[in-house]
């Protein structure tokens, strides 16, 4: 996915932009029971250690979700 769009659950959805497939900047979740949560998306680098020895780390990129605000839509 890139740009704008929705990722729809069973009683939430996020609507935001995305890059790379992944949630990036600015977005809320709207919630089935009345309120909103507002914020936005960062990519962060995690490392993750190899479980045999000769094996190299491996980088992969993950969203991080920054919470701005919550609002009652009730």
């Not at 990036?24 to 680098?45: A, T």
């Not at 020895?53 to 979700?65: F, G, M, Q, Y």
Request: proline share 4%; glycine share 10%.
């Amino acid at each position: 996915m890139e740009e704008t769009g929705d990722l729809i659950h069973t009683d939430h959805r996020y609507v935001g932009t995305f890059q790379d497939n992944l949630p990036y900047g600015r977005g809320k979740y709207i919630f089935d029971h009345g309120c909103e949560q507002r914020g936005r998306y960062e990519h962060v680098e995690v490392v993750l250690e190899p479980e045999v020895e000769d094996e190299e780390a491996v980088t992969e990129v993950r969203p991080k979700w920054l919470c701005g605000e919550i609002v009652s839509l009730n």
